[in-house]
């Protein structure tokens, strides 16, 4: 069955960076398309980013471009997300989520998200 | 980019009734619409995508309509388990940067 499970999240003071992981099992990962969505509290679902299933092609919400970079590992079934220059405003779970071919655009199966503090 | 826009913010109805919600796109996303639900502490779970298609597993009381601009998520005949928010998300070709609309939170009358 699909896995996917986060991690990497933690508090972080604004302005530095964290990178979250993502370890995918159960799945064909070169196969699929991969999401990042967030979550803040007691919020709505924000879309951040997407690359395509080899990697080459990404896409970000604006509130992130320039700051966020998605990247994947199809050796190591691992999708990731570097964020720089953190904000206040970046608190929130962050949720992995597989696409449902090598680029669709929804999000098939999700993690269970990891929680992202931006706090001095 | 694209405003996904639901109403009503928050919908009571009876279980065994019907629940109909809505969500508009603020310019055309043909027929590139998916439906999330998603229950307190838990992650999203896909029940509807290209407008109209179940996911996976998701049982017909879930329907959805519409294209373009306008569109509409149906569950028939509510069951407790049923009871959560619904978000839709557009993902058109282009602008390529998909959005979620606000989420309607579907609550026991």
């Known amino acids: 069955q699909v896995q996917l499970v986060e991690s990497g999240g933690g508090v972080v003071q604004p302005g530095r960076s964290l990178r979250l992981s993502c370890a995918a099992s159960g799945f064909s990962f070169s196969d699929y398309a991969m999401h990042w969505v967030r979550q803040a509290p007691g919020k709505g679902l924000e879309w951040v980013a997407v690359t395509s299933y080899h990697g080459s092609d990404k896409a970000y919400a604006d509130s992130v471009k320039g700051r966020f970079t998605i990247s994947r590992d199809n050796s190591k079934n691992m999708l990731y997300l570097q964020m720089d220059s953190l904000r206040l405003d970046d608190t929130a779970m962050y949720y992995c989520a597989r696409d449902k071919s090598g680029w669709y655009g929804i999000s098939e199966y999700w993690g269970q998200g990891t929680l992202v503090t931006v706090s001095s | 980019e694209i405003v996904m826009t639901q109403s009503p913010a928050t919908l009571s109805v009876s279980p065994g009734e019907r629940a109909t919600l809505s969500c508009r796109a603020s310019q055309s996303v043909s027929s590139n619409l998916a439906w999330y639900q998603q229950k307190p502490g838990q992650a999203p779970r896909l029940l509807i995508y290209d407008a109209s298609t179940r996911a996976t597993g998701i049982p017909a009381r879930f329907s959805g309509g519409g294209s373009g601009t306008e569109f509409t998520l149906t569950i028939s005949s509510l069951q407790s388990e049923d009871f959560a928010v619904y978000y839709c998300?557009?993902?058109?070709?282009?602008?390529?940067?998909?959005?979620f609309g606000q989420g309607t939170k579907l609550e026991i009358k």
């Open positions: 998300q557009q993902y058109n070709v282009w602008p390529l940067m998909y959005t």
